[in-house]
C-alpha cells in the first residue's frame, strides 16, 4: 500500500482506519467515512486491487436487484448503493470510474425506489452530492482526483 500521511487532516478512527491480516499483521486495507449535512454518507474501502464505495442514502428502498449493465461497470447493490473498480495504472481512470459507478448506482436505487427520476434538478443534485462525498472520502484516504 502507498504511503499516507494524515497530517493536516486530523481524522478520527471513525473517519480513516487501517485493517490488517490477524495473523501476520500486513495490512489489508484502508478505509474512509465521510459524512456530513447535506451529503450521503459515503465509506470507501482501499485494497491492493481494488476501490469499493458504499453511498448510504436514508429513504432508499429499492424494489430490484441489480441488472447485466450495472454488474458491468461495476454495481455490486443498490441497497445500499454500493460500487466496486479494480485499481488500474492510471489511478484517476479508476477514480473516475468509482464516481461515475456511484451516482449511477444511487441514481438506479433512487429510480427503483420512487419510480421517477427526479427531474433534470433532482438529477443534478443528485450528481452534485454523491460525488462530493466520494471525493472527500477518496481525499481522506490521501486520493487525488
Same mark, same amino acid.
Given at each position: 500500500?502507498?504511503?499516507?500521511?494524515?497530517?493536516?487532516?486530523?481524522? !478520527?478512527?471513525?473517519?480513516?482506519?487501517?485493517?490488517?491480516?490477524?495473523?501476520?499483521? *500486513?495490512?489489508?486495507? %484502508?478505509?474512509? *467515512?465521510?459524512?456530513?449535512?447535506?451529503?450521503?454518507?459515503?465509506?470507501?474501502?482501499?485494497?491492493?486491487?481494488?476501490?469499493?464505495?458504499?453511498?448510504? *442514502?436514508?429513504?432508499?428502498?429499492?424494489?430490484?436487484?441489480?441488472? $447485466?449493465?450495472?454488474?458491468?461497470? &461495476?454495481? /455490486?447493490?443498490?441497497?445500499?448503493?454500493?460500487? /466496486? *473498480? %479494480?485499481?488500474?495504472?492510471?489511478?484517476?481512470?479508476?477514480? %473516475? $470510474?468509482?464516481?461515475?459507478?456511484?451516482?449511477?448506482?444511487?441514481?438506479?436505487?433512487?429510480?427503483?425506489? !420512487?419510480?421517477?427520476? &427526479?427531474?433534470?434538478?433532482?438529477?443534478?443534485? !443528485?450528481?452534485?452530492?454523491? !460525488?462530493?462525498?466520494?471525493?472527500? $472520502?477518496?481525499?481522506?484516504?490521501?486520493?487525488?482526483?
Amino acid at each position: 500500500m502507498d504511503d499516507l500521511s494524515l497530517g493536516p487532516l486530523n481524522l !478520527t478512527p471513525e473517519q480513516f482506519f487501517i485493517t490488517t491480516d490477524p495473523k501476520t499483521g *500486513v495490512e489489508v486495507s %484502508r478505509t474512509a *467515512v465521510f459524512d456530513c449535512d447535506g451529503t450521503p454518507r459515503t465509506t470507501i474501502t482501499k485494497t491492493a486491487t481494488a476501490y469499493t464505495a458504499i453511498v448510504e *442514502v436514508t429513504g432508499l428502498a429499492p424494489t430490484r436487484g441489480t441488472n $447485466a449493465d450495472e454488474r458491468a461497470v &461495476g454495481i /455490486t447493490s443498490l441497497d445500499p448503493p454500493t460500487v /466496486t *473498480v %479494480r485499481r488500474q495504472r492510471d489511478a484517476s481512470k479508476s477514480l %473516475r $470510474a468509482l464516481i461515475d459507478g456511484a451516482v449511477r448506482a444511487v441514481m438506479a436505487s433512487a429510480t427503483s425506489t !420512487t419510480g421517477e427520476t &427526479g427531474g433534470p434538478g433532482g438529477l443534478i443534485l !443528485t450528481v452534485c452530492h454523491v !460525488t462530493r462525498g466520494v471525493r472527500n $472520502a477518496l481525499r481522506y484516504l490521501g486520493e487525488e482526483i
